[in-house]
Structures are given as C-alpha cells and as structure tokens.
C-alpha cells in the first residue's frame, strides 16, 4: 500500500495527464459523429479480430477430442463405403468384358464364387486360402478365376475351405497360348514382381507383338481355352535360344483380390470316376 | 485565459488564410507558466482552456486532449531552455529567454500543440496533402501570432 501511495505521488502528473486525455477522448468520441463512427468501426473491428482469435484459440484446444470424432466417423464410413463397393461389385458382377468373355466360355462348367481368406504375394510359394469347400462342390484340381483373369487351381480341400496353388508359385504350371495365333507354352511365376509371369516354349517362328493377349489354352480340363490370362509386355529368348520368353503382364492383380470363382465342370465327379475305373482296369 | 477564448471563439475561428491556415492561440496561456509551476495546475489549466475552446468551436475533446499534451511538455521544454542563473520562477519571455530561444520555445510548443490538434481532428490520413498543408499553414499563423501577443506583453510590460 506503501509503495503503491509512494507510486501515486512520484507520478501523479502522469496519472493526471491520463486523465484529462481519457476525459478529452470520451469527448471526443461521444459528441463527434465522424470520431464516434471511426472509434465504432475501429473497435468492432478489434473486437471482432480478437474474438476470431479467441475461436481460434479454442477451437485448438478443442482439436484433440474432433480428431478422434472425425478417426470414428472415419471408420465408419470406411466400412460403410466398403459395405456399398461390395454391393456394386455383386450387381455389376457381369458387366465387364473379360468376365462377360469368361461366362460365355463357362457352358459346360459351374461356378462357385468364395472369398479370399488368406492370401500371400511374397513367398517363393505363395497360397491362398478360399471360404468354399467340399460342401460347396469344390474338389481338388478344379481351376480358380477373379474377375480379371485366371488365379490358380484347387490343391488341397476341407468341408468348408480349400487351399489354391495360385500363379505366384514355383510348382505352377499352366498352359496358355497367344490369343488368334494358337502358340502354346507353359505360363510359370520365377518370383520376382507379382504383376508378372513367363510364357515358355514360344517357338522361334510365331508372330506377335507386345501387347498381345495370353489366354489359357483348354489343353486341361482345368481352365476352358480361351480364359484370358494377361498381356505380353516384353519379348525375351529362352536360355537355351531355341524359343522365345514372353514376360506375361497378369491381369490378376494377386495383391488386391478378394472375390474369386472355382470353375467346375458339370460333369466333373463323373469324370473323375470313370477316369479313377480306368486307371484300375488298366492295372489289372 | 478567458480572453483568449474570446479572441478564439470571435476572430480566429473565423481566419482561414489561403483555405488552409486557422490560427488557434489557445497555446499561448501555456507559454505564460513560469518554472517551478505545479505540473498538475499546468494540466488543469491547459484541459480547462482546451475545454473552453472546444465548447465555442463546437469541436468537443479535440482542443483540450491537445492543450493536455502540450501542457504535459510545457515544463520539461521550458527547464530544458533555462538559462543559467535563472530565477526559480522564471517566466519565459524574450527578456528572459532570449529572443532566438523563445522563438525556439515557442515553435517547439506549437507544433506539439499543431500535431496533435489536426492529428486529433482529422483522424485519418486520407486527405494527407490538405491535412498537412492546414497544419504547416496554421503552426506559421499560430506561432507568429504568439509570437506578436508576446513582443506586445514584453513592450508593456517594459513600459
């Protein structure tokens, strides 16, 4: 208290002439139109100025707790949006030209369409594993297809699952041929980049270009002929130079896929059956 | 101060030299202080005559914030101006000042008084070149003026 009279009296004349200023200013602004409406814009603008600070200020504070809002509703509506592309990939099943190719191809065969439960693309041989099995029809040795062209054939079955031996395998073997021309070789995966695979044993004398489409060539009962496999993207000669190396572009993106479809023949236990009577006949 | 006021209110209010120069001789009264005056008396004085000036020229706040200013200054400029030997009183004048020194105390005090009464009542810079011309043009009229009221007060009192 002291000090603060002490304060007073040192710098009164400070004080005073703060006073007699504050008191000229009020006068100022309140008896003059054109002082009263600029100290009013000023001051709104001020105020106004502080105040989106203020909001700002607070908005940040307030920042965390809208982050995990948003993270949630995020979530939300990922699952929501991938609820909805499932649904358009159901109701335009058939509206592309490949499957629409495949399908006609698929006369004598039935589909069964699964899901991917388990899939790899880094091993040297990799697997996948479907939700469909033998009580779906599945068997052994029954070829795989995406909607964007061949995935593998059936290896192993349970009651409700079943193993593939996809492309991305060294076991794999699957004979394709040049679409239009009828050269034929055997399509294997040596392990590098999952987007491609080899055609072997083209011989020296076909004629194609890069860019020409693979398609399977029905030489098994497997896959029908004509399942499109992918796309030549570059022209390599064998190790031994007597035939040509194409490097196949697969149109089965094996990182993305989800939806496949077993191909089996109608009339494939019978087969089978007769195939297995045969066999026995002949041993005998 | 009352005269002053007068003279204000009924005369120079009235002079507008070449649309630009208004002469306000309020300022004067603060140039009568002499040394050793209480700071506060200065200050009342100098708002009160402001006031007075605002209230006749229908221009409230905007006279006595710039007397309040320059009443603020009046006694650090006039200390800082003070002769040697001079009295603890004294009053500035040309006799006591000198004549070169008192018109440099006087051109100091108006020109605070000037800057702060234009800046005041323009309060803006949009018509800068009209604003500066009115303030250069009425800090000449105004310090000639104070400088004529004071060679008068000096010969009468001489006399």
């Known amino acids: 208290m002291h000090s603060l009279l002490d304060f007073i009296a040192r710098y009164y004349h400070w004080l005073l002439f703060l006073l007699l200023e504050g008191i000229s200013f009020v006068l100022l602004f309140q008896f003059n139109h054109y002082h009263n409406s600029v100290w009013f814009t000023t001051a709104n603008t001020v105020v106004g100025q502080i105040n989106a600070w203020e909001q700002e200020a607070i908005r940040f504070v307030h920042l965390h707790e809208a982050n995990r809002a948003l993270t949630e509703r995020n979530l939300l509506l990922e699952q929501q949006n991938a609820l909805l592309r499932e649904h358009i990939l159901e109701l335009n099943h058939d509206s592309t030209f490949v499957e ?10 039935t589909s069964i369409p699964g899901k991917v439960v388990t899939n790899s693309v880094l091993r040297r041989d990799n697997y996948i594993t479907i939700n469909v099995g033998e009580a779906d029809g599945v068997r052994p040795e029954m070829g795989v297809v995406s909607g964007t062209g061949i995935v593998g054939i059936v290896y192993m079955t349970s009651t409700h699952y079943s193993i593939v031996m996809p492309l991305l395998n060294s076991k794999s073997r699957i004979s394709c041929r040049l679409h239009g021309t009828g050269y034929f070789g055997y399509l294997k995966w040596e392990g590098d980049d999952p987007l491609y695979a080899v055609l072997d044993d ?10 020409d489409m693979v398609e399977t060539s029905g030489f098994s009962s497997v896959f029908p002929a004509g399942m499109f496999v992918g796309k030549v993207s570059a022209i390599e000669n064998s190790d031994d130079g007597l035939s ?16 496949i479809t077993v191909l089996a023949e109608t009339f494939h236990d019978e087969l089978h059956s007769l195939e297995q009577r045969a066999d026995s006949l002949a041993q005998q | 101060m009352l005269a002053l006021v007068a003279s204000q209110m009924l005369v120079f209010n009235h002079i507008h030299l070449f649309g630009y120069a208004t002469p306000l001789v309020s300022v004067y009264l603060l140039f009568l202080f002499p040394l050793g005056t209480q700071q506060w008396s200065i200050l009342l004085w100098g708002f009160v005559c402001g006031l007075l000036t605002d209230i006749v020229s229908l221009t409230p706040g905007v006279c006595a914030a710039s ?6 200054i009046q006694p650090k400029l006039l200390k800082s101006m003070e002769p040697q030997n001079a009295a603890e009183d ?21 020109t605070v008084f000037m800057l702060a009464y234009w800046l005041v009542l323009a309060f803006s810079f949009f018509h800068f070149t009209d604003m500066v011309l009115t303030l250069v043009g009425s800090w000449i009229v105004t310090t000639a003026l104070c400088l004529a009221i004071e060679g008068a007060r000096t010969r009468k009192t001489v006399m």
């Open chain 2, 90 to 110: 004294m009053q500035a004048s040309f006799h006591t000042l000198g004549f070169w020194t008192y018109v440099r105390y006087a051109a100091i005090l108006t």
């Open chain 2, 67 to 72: 007397m309040t200013l320059a009443a603020f």
């Open chain 1, 202 to 211: 083209i011989p020296r004398h076909a004629r194609f270009n890069v860019g």
């Open chain 1, 244 to 259: 040509y190396k194409l490097i196949v572009h697969l149109g089965t993106d094996f990182g993305r896929l989800q939806d």
């Open chain 1, 100 to 109: 629409q190719l495949q399908q006609d191809m698929m006369e004598n065969m």
